[in-house]
C-alpha cells in the first residue's frame, strides 16, 4: 500500500508563493504519474498538475499554467508543487496522488489510485 504525505501548505499573502512536497511511503514499480489537485470549500476537486515521475513528462490545468510547476525526484519518490503568484482563489486542500501505468484521464481524480490527505493553502487578500 502506497501512503502519501504531503506538507508545505500555509497561509501566504496574495502574490506570494509556496512549495508544496508529496513524499511516497515505497517506491513504485513500472511507469506512473504523481499529481496535484485540489478542493476549495463547497467545490468538486479539480486538478492542477501531474507529472511522469519515469520521463518527467507534465501536464498543467490552465488556471495553473504560468503559476505553477511540477517537479520530481524520482530517487526520493517525491513530487513538488511550485506555487507562484497565488491569488485568493488559489485557496484550497492541495491533495497529492498516484496514477499508475499510462497517462490517460490524467485530470480525472477517479484515474488515480492513491491519494494524500491533503495540505491546507490559504491566500489571503
Known amino acids: 500500500q502506497v501512503q502519501l504525505v504531503e506538507s508545505g501548505g500555509g497561509l501566504v499573502q496574495a502574490g506570494g508563493s509556496l512549495r508544496l512536497s508529496c513524499a511516497a511511503s515505497i517506491r513504485i514499480g513500472g511507469r506512473y504519474y504523481m499529481g496535484w489537485f485540489r478542493q476549495a470549500p463547497g467545490k468538486e476537486r479539480e486538478f492542477v498538475a501531474t507529472i511522469g515521475m519515469s520521463g518527467g513528462s507534465t501536464f498543467y490545468a490552465d488556471s495553473a499554467k504560468g503559476r505553477f510547476t511540477i517537479s520530481r525526484d524520482y530517487a526520493k519518490n517525491t513530487v513538488y508543487l511550485q506555487t507562484n503568484t497565488l491569488k485568493p482563489e488559489d485557496t484550497a486542500i492541495y491533495y497529492c496522488?498516484?496514477?499508475?501505468?499510462?497517462?490517460?484521464?490524467?485530470?480525472?481524480?477517479?484515474?488515480?489510485?492513491?491519494w494524500g490527505q491533503g495540505t491546507q493553502v490559504t491566500v489571503s487578500s
Open positions: 496522488a498516484v496514477k499508475l501505468n499510462d497517462f490517460s484521464d490524467y485530470a480525472r481524480t477517479a484515474a488515480y489510485d492513491y
